[in-house]
Each structure stands twice: as C-alpha cells, then as structure tokens.
C-alpha cells in the first residue's frame, strides 16, 4: 500500500473515530439530562397518583350515595303511584255516587210530581 493512501485511511479512521466520541458524549449528556427529568416526573407523579386514588374513592362513595337516593326516590315514586291510583278509585266513586244522587233526585222529583198530578186528578 502508498504511503498516501495510508495516510488517508488513517485520517479517515481519526474523523470516524473523532465523530463516533462526539456522537457518544452528546448521547451521554441526553441520558444525564434525561435522567433529571424523569426524576422530576417521578417526583411530580407519586403526589399526583396519591390524588387520583382519593378522587377515585370519592367517585366511588358518591356512587354508592347517589344509588342508594335513587333508591329512596324509586320507592317514593312507588307510594306516589300506589296514593293516586286509590285517589283516583275514590274519584270514580265519587263520580259514581254523584250520578246516583242525580237519578234518586230525579226519580224523587217525578215521585212528587206525579203525586202532585195525582192530587189535582182527585180534586
């Protein structure tokens, strides 16, 4: 082999391997950095995971409230129904009664009325 060329093999291998350090230091550097800020996450996330356990335990106890009043209000809703179908069976009684006053008040009337004629008949 020349001499020149290996002169430029050897400088190609100096650039490879000047370029292969650089590259591995600034991937050093952005592991350090990378690993600052994970940190930071990690330190940002426990608090931040403590909440949402809280919160969730508040979801699920409100939940269970809210269940337990629709409950409550389902049977509310159940007497409700049960009192106006019984009002409503008293209002068709009354109904009922109130047109039975009207025919015995009818019938009276005729009853007196043909009495009436029945007097003036006999006069």
């Known amino acids: ?20 350090v650089v590259t591995l230091a600034s991937i050093r550097r952005a592991a350090t950095r990378l690993e600052t800020v994970l940190q930071l996450v990690e330190r940002e996330i426990r608090p931040l995971a403590t909440q949402v356990e809280g919160l969730a335990a508040e ?24 009192i106006s179908f019984k009002i409503a069976r008293v209002v068709g009684v009354a109904n009922n009664l109130a047109s039975f006053r009207g025919v015995t008040s009818v019938s009276s009337g005729l009853k007196r009325a043909l009495g009436v004629f029945v007097s003036r008949l006999k006069a």
């Open 1 to 20: 082999m020349t001499p020149l060329a290996q002169v430029v093999l050897v400088l190609c291998a100096v650039v490879l391997t000047v370029a292969i």
């Open 59 to 82: 979801v699920r106890t409100l939940s269970q409230v809210a269940n337990q009043e629709l409950q409550r209000i389902s049977g509310v809703v159940r007497r409700v129904e049960l």
